[in-house]
């Protein structure tokens, strides 16, 4: 089983458009299962046609943790005061005892090792939830979403992957695909680690191409081959032969180059991918999936 994920150094170039449309294609030659990992606004669903409703299932995960002050141990030392990175510790200065800050706490547990007194616990807290659902496309979602303001994206990650994994496993799946966070963060880390294949999704901007530069080397480091997506290529011709260049100094190959296409952001309202939105857009994909095989 082979795992291909969708990758851009920075939001907004299209990545999820490109998965959507890319999951079709590769579902009509092969059984395919695909994750949903980029936590923080997991869309990929969406772009695929599934509201809430139509998830089969959906747990709550306890992958976070913080600091809790077991307050009769205290003796007030005020060691872990300056331990914390995050400034999540305050002093309450009428019970001379330390105060966690439940929304800067990070659970890094830096606190609880400085405290002589074995005074502070960390304490598991639910900090997402993962959805698994079926596409009328005939293939499996799992997605995650992280709650507002917690942390520990890296881990939700990891859980999405694993569950996509045990249900890729049951249906004899040849192939996962997941759409990654964008950036080059915690969730885009654990989303590309063990990957076989990255399809970086960029566009003809400056801030695309040093964002792209930035996430190659994080690809580079996992010694992942990849291959890159220039999307709304012809917005600026100038900037693209850029990218080109950049490519082609770097050794990387081109997938594919799609236009800038109203029925993209018409596909996306009607919650379709562009592949079923418009067939035109049918081509353009098998090209990008026939470069790739190569
Ligand atoms: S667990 Fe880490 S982040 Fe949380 S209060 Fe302690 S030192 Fe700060
Ligand atoms: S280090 Fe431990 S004992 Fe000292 S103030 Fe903090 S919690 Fe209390």
Redesign the pocket.
């Known amino acids: 089983m082979k795992t291909i994920t969708i990758f851009s150094g920075k939001g907004g170039t299209g990545k999820t458009t490109v998965s959507s449309s890319l999951a079709v294609m590769l579902a009509r030659e092969k059984k395919i299962v695909v994750a949903d990992c980029d936590v923080d606004a997991p869309n990929l669903g969406l772009s695929l046609g599934l509201r809430e409703k139509d998830y089969s299932s959906s747990v709550k995960i306890r992958a976070s943790e913080k600091a809790d002050?077991i307050e009769k141990?205290?003796?007030?030392?005020?060691?872990?005061?300056n331990?914390c990175s995050f400034n999540a510790?305050k002093w309450n200065n009428n019970k001379n005892?330390?105060v966690f800050d439940e929304l800067l706490c990070e659970g890094c547990g830096t606190?609880k090792i400085?405290?002589?007194?074995?005074?502070?616990r960390l304490r598991k807290v639910e900090n997402a939830e993962i959805s698994i659902g079926k596409t009328k496309y005939g293939f499996s979602i799992v997605s995650g979403q992280l709650k507002m303001g917690e942390s520990g994206s890296g881990r939700i990650v990891m859980e999405v992957k694993r569950r996509a994994n045990e249900i890729a496993r049951k249906q004899n799946a040849e192939l996962i695909l997941i759409d990654s966070a964008a950036g080059i963060g915690c969730p885009v880390i654990a989303s590309l680690n063990g990957s076989d294949y990255v399809i970086a999704v960029t566009e003809p901007t400056p801030s695309a191409l040093s964002d792209l530069e930035r996430g190659l080397k994080v690809v580079n480091h996992f010694n992942i081959p990849f291959g890159l997506v220039i999307n709304r290529h012809d917005l600026n011709k100038e900037f693209t032969k850029k990218i080109e260049d950049f490519a082609i100094k770097n050794k990387i190959k081109i997938l594919g180059k799609i236009p800038y296409d109203k029925d993209f952001v018409r596909a996306l309202v009607e919650l379709k991918p562009a592949v079923i939105y418009n067939k035109k857009f049918e081509k353009l994909f098998l090209g990008i999936l026939k470069r790739f095989k190569k």
């Open positions: 002050l141990k205290c003796n007030g030392c005020r060691k872990c005061l331990s510790i005892i330390p606190c400085v405290c002589p007194e074995n005074a502070i």
